[in-house]
């Protein structure tokens, strides 16, 4: 195996036939409408799970338990895209990272975490490629879910945001823990296929599809973009 | 295909080797205490996510189509079991279902339910064969999670609770995000391999393996059972 | 004392002027403003907490322990009015009660409930003079505030609520309770003064007070009135 | 008035004899039973809430507009007094104070809060003469209750706590928003008469007062100190 080619899966045919036609006579996987009022959020980016570019993930982890190795490569050129687009037009932009003294005292997002490496996993910064800018809100959770213990359904009620476009990793962690909650508490969730990532190529393929089956739309990028030109340029 | 025989995948092996490398590198996946104060959740077991017993999946579909056929007859018989026998050790028992009000004004746990479905899809009893007792609590839920808009927490502290053991269904839908919030919440939490369904066979297995890897440990009935003999007959 | 006559007192000047210069000096106090999306919320009256109409509170206390007796009854009136204008405006309605079955198994929202006492005092209807018509949302809860473990910021949510009026008993429990949870979730709360009611008249004003310092804007429903018709018919 | 002698009220009367009557006859207010694994929690005691020793309030609000003047100075003492006396018998010990960040994007847990003014009102330190030692949790919140919008819920949960004994500033504030939800979680809440404080007399009375008949048992730091000893040396 070449570790420096990042192997991937289809999300659309990652389950066997026989699985989705089950999905598809019930009638799951309806499309989500775009609201009037979105907003990005950047889940987890931080170097501890991205790893350095280019590196393979098995390298990648040696240096970084947590990390997702180059499956995040490709994942961060798109949200680097889709945030300067989204600056441009003015979005509300909020960035998620683990805060190390809550996760010290309060427990990790994940079991087994030794206290310490908390630290050094957690206290790892976002991206410098994604870093966020002046004014934008970096907010610091405990758990997997980026709605769980944390005030961010009190910031976005603070923007009367409806609709969230979804990067970041891992897919099948804290980007499925956030997307199920974020549906709970009655936004119009997005998940961009081609800007989250995660370690096992199939958990990034199966949890796209039980996303977009059960609590958001699976988009691409491009789609995302669209339609944050069409909403800003018309407003 | 023949429809009156559930197929099944096993959860541990469901991932391609290269994923479960990663996985392993990770050290993801190490084994939780059990704890001294257990109750047993038992999600969704209802007839209209159970279908009748014996019928295979699309024939179970065209009846309710949030069914999920077959997969659940051994994973019921396997609940019966493990609450008779938590029934005779004292165990508080808590069953979830669908709130018929809840979800019709604040919205269902997955998209694209229609108002009109709502009432015959969550109007439909908990399974017979597994029915509660009298003075067991039947929480009703709006969202995916147990824990999400509801008072479960608070249930689970008035009884000094500190390990859950998990059945029902869906295993990648209301089970996956209970077992999350569990986790987030600081609950030594345990899913029952061979008592949680899925209409997918695929979804069940992939999520089983995942709970294992971050937020639970998946065991046997047999372990539970074991573990709650252990506990309460040396108590 | 007459029990017949509600004694009141005015929740501005229940304060000593020493305290109400100190709050001054601070500058709390300032007030909040009207949003695009109102939704009026009518918080446990059932009754058991408001008693027969023209009953003193001793007597209504001996029938329901709950009871806030008269003081509740200029109250209802109020909110009967804005109800009715409300439903003409088309503005969003949300009532709370408490479930019997949540506070039997969770634990009530005050210390002190026999288990024995639940159902009577939880089962009673909704007032009559003020009761919900179809396809307006009864949210049973099971502690204080309307939010804890309960899918209202989920309901709000989606109807992209973003203004409050808040009417019901009693000022100092419930009420108090939500105003805190609904300020902290990012909405513009309205406490209407003649529409909110407590057993002690010196609760009533003094949480009125502190509310209007802190977490809400404390408004007479003839303002009420006025902003809705404002609002929807140049809408 | 001279400013440097904190006025205090009594929370027993500050009820007129008419109000404390229907409390009694409604018969709230009982007392709850200490549990086996309290924790200590020190509700916001940073320096621009309590203020310089000794400073009366109308300078020290000039100082720090959130100060509560000398009120707080009695209190101190009794709190570094109880966690002396907690650390001695390896009490978990937990405080809060507010995040900058947070309710810079989040908006902060009273209205009126200028941006400009959070980072010097929620930046500043806790005081110093109970400031928390190496390996005690300082976990920073968004709005006036410990529990909303963070993980002390998990916290707690992950050391098995059954009992909170709460200290802090302000009693009408950001003690009785946690004391609503640390009931309404399911602990067995004692407030400390004397390890609370707040800038309004009155409020700190009535706060008292109401607490005590809801959600908590209001008792002495005598009290709480002798049950920690009763229980810990005879553990």
Known sequence: MND???????????????????YEAARFGGQLEFGQNPAIMIIDVV??????????IFDSINQYRT???????????V?????????????????????????YYAGDSVKGTRPDEVER?????????????????????????????????SFLQRHRIDTLLICGTSTSGCVRASTIDAFSHG?????LEDGVFDRSPMSNAVNLYEMNQKYASVINSSDAIAYLRKLKVAA
């Open 187 to 191: 936004y119009q969730v997005f998940v």
């Open 47 to 56: 170097d501890s799970f991205a790893g350095p570019k280019g590196q393979g």
């Open 67 to 77: 990390s997702c190795g180059e499956a995040g490569d490709a994942a961060i050129k």
């Open 4 to 22: 420096h080619v990042a192997p991937t899966m289809d999300w659309r045919t990652v389950f066997p036939e026989e699985d989705r036609k089950i």
């Open 79 to 103: 949200m680097a895209n889709l945030l300067a687009i989204g600056r441009s037009l003015h979005v509300p932009i909020v960035y998620t990272k683990g805060s190390v003294v809550d996760k």
């Open 121 to 153: 996993i957690y206290g790892a910064p976002i991206v410098a490629a994604i870093a966020p800018i002046d004014g934008e809100y970096v907010l610091e959770k405990t758990k997997a879910s980026a709605f769980f213990g944390t005030p961010m359904a």
